[in-house]
Nanobody, 122 residues
Framework: QVRLVESGGGLVQAGGSLRLSCAAS???????MGWFRQAPGKEREFVAASRRFVFSTFYADSVKGRFTISRDNAKNTLYLQMNSLELEDTAMYYC????????????????WGQGTQVTVSS
């Protein structure tokens, strides 16, 4: 069983930065892990992911060059460094884990955290 707990969200001005953390319990090393977000009235969308075993990364076009995903396997923690935040980045951010190679597809992730709110103000 895998449990995921996100933290690090908050209120930030446009252009600012935040770092989200996802503390995992269980053997997540063998899982792909990712970040998704959901704004009010919108579908949950892919943000970033890292694949199993070999650390390679994938990003949504909307965050490429601004966000960086990383994972510390020793601490069993996934991170999302978010720079140059924009109003459109306002959403609930969710951490996810699963045995998937379809990194962009939310339905392929078996485990989800409860989310952490990111609000970007002008």
């Amino acid at each position: 069983q895998v449990r995921l707990v996100e933290s690090g969200g908050g209120l930030v001005q446009a252009g600012g930065s935040l770092r989200l953390s996802c503390a995992a319990s269980g053997r997540t090393f063998s899982y792909a892990m990712g970040w998704f977000r959901q704004a009010p009235g919108k579908e949950r969308e892919f943000v970033a992911a890292s694949r199993r075993f070999v650390f390679s990364t994938f990003y949504a076009d909307s965050v490429k060059g601004r966000f960086t995903i990383s994972r510390d396997n020793a601490k069993n923690t996934l991170y999302l460094q978010m720079n140059s935040l924009e109003l459109e980045d306002t959403a609930m951010y969710y951490c996810a884990a699963g045995e998937t190679t379809q990194y962009y597809e939310k339905s392929t992730y078996a485990y989800w955290g409860q989310g952490t709110q990111v609000t970007v103000s002008s």
